[in-house]
């Protein structure tokens, strides 16, 4: 049993210790000095009566008693932090911040130009940006608006269907001009493919052809979307990258046009209870427009 009700500092100063595995690490991230942290870690300590961290080669490891709160506080700085977005406008609602959440690739080459636009209509409208390929928690209030390219199954949720995207396979010419590219499926092995490294999920969920493929078939291996992308148009290997973003560089070359051209649809998701948020529900449809748009191809950052 606790000895007293810790203050909520005291938990935002145990994340950053799990995340950093360090008092130093931690006391950067919060702006503290290194003993502030170590302080608070041992008042945190005595509040709930029991030891959060041992020290290892690897760092501070939390203990299984920290193990089993991290969740808990985890959802408690969500909900604070949904609670200060929600309550940051002031007087109408063209003020005060959205937070948006989208994949990596999404939120690297899609979302900037598309913000950009609604922020010179709404300057004083702050937004904050998840780049994550997990699907934030939307009902949980982890994001105000989410872009997804599956479609939630929640009843709480306003969602729409924005439209599909087409992802196929390209290689830059110069990784043509010096390896040629394969014509059938069983040609792989004589080349380079980019793919991921050890979350399977996004290429796994596409279906088709893409659902086969395991981890030892890629010759350059990395989960964040934006670094295959960068490898593809460095000449790296073959990658799977959105046709309508590879239209934008001619030195891009298809390949296996048949074979691997697969469909994602894409969702627009905010929860219910924000469509009488002003500010959420003029993003919510600012970003229906202009993703409507680049699915059909009218459109591209």
């Known amino acids: 049993m606790a000895k007293s009700e810790p203050d909520w500092d005291l938990f935002r100063t145990f994340l950053a210790v799990v995340s950093d595995g360090s008092f130093s690490g931690a006391a950067r991230r919060l702006g503290l000095a290194q003993p502030t942290t170590g302080r608070q870690i041992e008042a945190l300590e005595s509040a709930l009566g029991t030891r959060l961290f041992t020290r290892s080669r690897r760092g501070l490891v939390p203990t299984a008693a920290a193990l089993a709160i991290i969740p808990h506080v985890r959802a408690m700085a969500s909900a604070s932090t949904a609670a200060n977005r929600i309550s940051s406008a002031e007087g109408h609602d063209e003020h005060g911040t959205v937070r948006v959440t989208a994949s990596e690739l999404i939120s690297h080459e899609i979302l900037p130009t598309t913000l950009a636009e609604f922020g010179f209509?709404?300057?004083?409208?702050?937004?904050?940006?998840?780049?994550?390929?997990?699907?934030?928690?939307?009902?949980?209030?982890?994001?105000?608006?989410?872009?997804?390219?599956?479609?939630?199954?929640?009843?709480?949720?306003?969602?729409?269907?924005?439209?599909?995207?087409?992802?196929?396979?390209?290689?830059?010419?110069?990784?043509?001009?010096?390896?040629?590219?394969?014509?059938?499926?069983?040609?792989?092995?004589?080349?380079?493919?980019?793919?991921?490294?050890?979350?399977?999920?996004?290429?796994?969920?596409?279906?088709?052809?893409?659902?086969?493929?395991?981890?030892?078939?890629?010759?350059?291996?990395?989960?964040?979307?934006?670094?295959?992308?960068?490898?593809?148009?460095?000449?790296?290997?073959?990658?799977?990258?959105?046709?309508?973003?590879?239209?934008r560089d001619p030195d891009l070359v298809p390949v296996l046009e048949r074979e691997f051209k697969f469909k994602r649809e894409m969702w627009l998701v905010m929860h219910r209870d924000l469509k009488a948020t002003r500010r959420c529900k003029l993003l919510f449809e600012h970003l229906g427009r202009a993703l409507s748009r680049y699915v059909r191809g009218e459109w591209l950052p």
């Open 121 to 247: 209509s709404y300057p004083r409208i702050q937004l904050e940006v998840v780049s994550s390929n997990r699907n934030e928690d939307v009902l949980r209030g982890e994001a105000d608006i989410a872009v997804r390219m599956a479609r939630p199954t929640q009843t709480a949720l306003w969602v729409r269907r924005i439209g599909t995207v087409e992802v196929g396979l390209f290689a830059h010419k110069r990784y043509v001009a010096a390896f040629g590219v394969p014509t059938s499926i069983e040609q792989f092995d004589q080349h380079r493919f980019i793919g991921f490294d050890r979350d399977a999920h996004p290429i796994h969920s596409a279906g088709g052809a893409a659902a086969r493929l395991r981890r030892e078939h890629f010759g350059f291996r990395c989960d964040s979307a934006p670094v295959q992308s960068a490898a593809i148009h460095a000449g790296v290997g073959i990658g799977g990258y959105h046709v309508l973003l590879a239209r």
